[in-house]
């Protein structure tokens, strides 16, 4: 039988479908624009592989699509029996991925994991900040997504997609010097992967090297198409350093060019999640307020979030809406809150407002109690820093600014290398 780079068999006979198969994981991996692309040209050469056709309906989903994976999905899965053990196994994961079967999802790639170490594909939906160990809601699940990676290491070697995911679960635990040994050995394993630039970048985030890290990613993205997965979040790293770093118009044209509803090119829950971040810390660093990019902010929310469920998303979302001074549809997250952080959401919801307000002593007090354990929302300890500064912020406004350095410099001490915080008054 044929197989994958991992080794694995491949119930398909076709030469060109599993090059084309192939040619689609690597894409996927990287986050390099055509993965759906390599994929449908892989069942185009064989319609009876199933792996083909459940890797499809995967990369739509990725890439914001979901509404297109259900063809591929129910032919991967009237395809699964005459395939090998494995092969069922990965179907049945992605199956309860694309069904909103999360927990047990992840559950099933524990099992599947014990019989296939080296099948990346499948362990790869429980790595990630933005993974189902990333969006399980728990306390502790940074420590839970360096645990299920470590093991691996001995079937993964220098294997570049297994760096990059090993080096940022490091990363986001500030085990910052293991995680620059390995992203580094990603990047050189394979260069043009948009994953690794964008893990390159948080640890320039997290040692506070601004002007490094905009250097670095500026040069990394000027061949990375638009239509890359990536692009919109790398570029969101890019306006933020260069607001942080005083280059205020390259700052809003890169919102305007890469992060805007309308002009963005990326999965609707980078467009939802990074604007109103990137809006928000301008503003913090003393920016004037924007209410009509607010508005269509909000607009964009009730298009595609109106109820996420999604903690990461629903935090950006009640922004979005307090920003916009849309309280009455603010008032329903507070009201009905869902998810597995639904505990969460009506403080932060009622934070927001209170600083869209200015009522900065009300935003300071809602909001501190959730710092210690935002982990639990999910993404990146670099998105999640959006709560760290609104407190600091609302501090400094509030005429606290020795508290706010004394609370941020504790919490996030690297975040005030060079420049300083980039907060306006600290």
Known sequence: MLKDRYGNELSTSSVAARDAYLAGVDSLMAATPGMDTAFQASVEADDGFALGHISLARAKQLLGRGHEA?????????????????????????DKILTGQGMAALDAIHEHMKSWPRDAMALAPATSVFGLIGFSGKVGREVDQLAILEPFEKHYGDDWWYRTQLAFAQIELSKLDDGERNIEKALAGYPRSAHAAHIRGHLFYEVGEREAGLAFLTDWMKDYARDGLMHCHNSWHLALWSMETGRHAEAWRIYDDALRPGAAWGPQINVATDGPAFLLRA???GQERQPERWR??????????????????????VLAYAMAGDKETLATFVESPRGATADMLPAMAQGFEAYADGKWARAASEITPLLDTHERLGGSRAQRDLLEYVVTTALVRDGRAAEARAQISKRRPQNGHGKGFPVAGL
Not at 75 to 93: P, V
Not at 302 to 308: D, E, I, V
């Open 296 to 317: 269509e902010l909000a607009d964009y929310a009730t298009k595609w979030f109106g109820k996420s469920g999604l903690g990461f998303v629903d935090m950006h979302t």
């Open 70 to 94: 259900k063809a591929p999905l129910v032919r991967a899965k009237e395809l699964a029996a005459g395939t090998t053990a494995r092969e069922q196994s990965q179907i049945a994961i992605f």
């Open 283 to 285: 503003e913090m660093a």
